[in-house]
């Protein structure tokens, strides 16, 4: 047997912000935007974060793999939206993994994945690895052109690998290129010359030496280097300097994603692994406080699978937003008047959270011994007519299950963040039902017997207490070519 990654999955929202209309709106102001103009950026719907995107990246990973064997999931980000709250356990619970699953949130730097990787991998049991980011920047500044929101998953494990870890090494050191206090929803960064000067150019170098040194490879077989800046030039500057081949350079997804911060080097290796040929070497490198360098060694082709997208299937699955003002608005840049029907009391009591935790996170129903009736939610009676047993139904999961529209309604008298509110019957296609809210969808697409996939989303956000709750919505299906 051997140790090394068996699974790798990723997760990009389907809105896409052109950068022209950043450029557009703030060009008044910072005439510059306009050098930075192409391409898009990846952004989270209104129902989206860290979490969620985490939910998806591990569920992309994990797709035709035994859930059940997992001891542990580590979850790394610098945009948890808990911060006294186990992210992680959320994720855990909405991936229907065990109560006995270890489950930690790694956070407080840039290079927080790839440490975590560098952790899962020295650990040596079976790790679930998801990193996510929901990254808000000033509107005009040039974060905000740069950024995008992205998750990517790693299964870590015993088995065939797809990649097997020849050799690492890191450095830590407290440089501090920019941060982000408790106190402030924004980075503040320090000028770009020096960051790559006194930053990536003295640190990152030397680690990838001594990795190579111990993984016994020369520079001049590195087949794919993942390192992620959002610094124009800084990966060619730090290959150069570290002796790698030019041609090794990996593709940033700057043109249809955007920086996705600490997740961005394992969405890079995700990319990778997709197109990596058995015995090429990907050199994953992370930055932020130090640097950590690992090299992997492709040991077979990824194995394909129908749920499996990936980052080529997520970027593909895209819809362009051209609304700039609602781009704030998602992200809660600007204040806007939502009306009295948004005032409702959002209250979530966690007592009832609880007790209905498995039906709520995990999207776990019933289904029937006596008659084999699926039903949501799960109750002590089965809702056959021609059975109405009592006490007859185990937890059956619907959160992987595909169903069809019945009915729809595109509401815009109810509260919604993005209206209408669109909702309406699934009819799974295995059997049971549910009324639902939908999401990734434009009214004027839905139709009576669309094909439809369950998805991790916020429900709703009591923003009296400052709590939000995570329920699971429709969404149209898509292929492993990431179209609908």
């Known amino acids: 047997m051997t140790f090394g990654i068996k699974a790798a999955g990723a997760y990009i929202p389907r809105l896409r912000l052109a950068r022209r209309v950043i450029a557009e709106a703030n060009g008044w102001l910072t005439p510059s935007l306009n050098a930075m103009a192409k391409g898009e950026r990846a952004i989270c719907n209104w129902d ?25 999931l580590h979850f790394a980000s610098t945009t948890f939206p808990f911060i006294d709250r186990l992210n992680s356990g959320i994720v855990a619970q909405a991936l229907g993994l065990p109560d006995t699953v270890s489950a930690l949130d790694i956070a407080g730097s840039q290079r927080a994945a790839t440490s975590a990787l560098r952790n899962a991998l020295d650990a040596g049991h079976d790790t679930l690895l998801v990193t996510a980011e929901h990254l808000r920047s000033k509107a005009a500044s040039p974060g905000e052109m740069t950024s ?36 402030e929803p924004y980075d503040y960064q320090w000028e770009e010359r020096w960051i790559r000067d006194a930053g990536y150019m003295k640190i990152v170098p030397p680690v990838i030496a001594r990795c190579l040194e111990a993984a016994g490879i020369a520079a001049s077989d590195v087949n794919h280097v993942c390192m992620a800046s959002a610094l124009p030039r800084v990966v060619d500057a730090v290959v150069k300097a570290a002796g790698l081949p030019a041609t090794s350079i990996a593709d940033s997804l700057h043109a249809g994603c955007g920086h996705a911060g600490a997740a961005h080097p394992l969405l890079m290796l995700a990319a990778a ?8 070497r990907i050199l994953v490198i992370g930055f932020g406080q130090g640097a950590d360098a690992l090299l992997f060694e492709c040991t077979r082709a990824m194995p394909g699978h129908a749920d499996h997208l990936g980052v080529r299937g997520h970027l593909t699955r895209r819809r362009e937003e051209t609304n700039y003002v609602k781009f704030l608005a998602f992200n809660e840049a600007i204040e806007i008047e939502r009306g ?62 595909v169903g069809r529209v019945n009915s729809y309604t595109a509401d815009r008298l109810t ?46 956000i009591d923003t009296q207490r400052g709590f939000r709750r995570y329920f699971w919505k429709a969404a149209p299906a898509v292929t492993s070519e990431g179209s609908a």
């Not at 998750?151 to 501090?176: E, N, Q, Y």
């Not at 209250?347 to 039903?375: H, I, Y």
């Not at 999401?439 to 139709?447: G, N, Y």
């Open 148 to 183: 995008g929101d992205a998750a990517a998953a790693l299964l870590i494990g015993d088995g065939d690998p797809i990649a097997r870890l020849l050799g690492s090494a890191s450095a830590t050191t407290d440089f501090v290129d920019h941060y982000r206090s408790q106190d």
């Open 273 to 280: 692994l997709e197109t990596a040929k058995p015995g090429e």
């Open 48 to 72: 989206e974060d860290a979490v969620t995107l985490a939910v998806e990246a591990g569920r992309d990973a994990l797709a035709g793999h035994d859930r059940g064997t997992l001891s542990s």
């Open 340 to 401: 009295m029907r948004a005032e409702a009391d959002k209250l979530t009591p966690l007592s009832a959270l609880w007790r209905n935790r498995e039906t709520a996170t995990g999207f776990v129903g019933g289904r029937c011994q006596v008659c084999g009736t699926l039903q949501f939610p799960r109750s002590r009676i089965c809702v056959s007519p021609n059975c109405n047993a009592v006490d007859s139904q185990v937890p059956h999961p619907f959160a992987d299950a």
């Open 415 to 460: 509260y919604s963040p993005d209206p209408p509110a669109c909702y309406g019957m699934i009819q799974f296609d295995d059997g049971g039902r549910w009324m639902m809210d939908f999401t990734d969808v434009e009214a004027d697409d839905l139709k009576v017997g669309m094909s439809m996939r369950m998805m991790f989303r916020i429900k709703d």
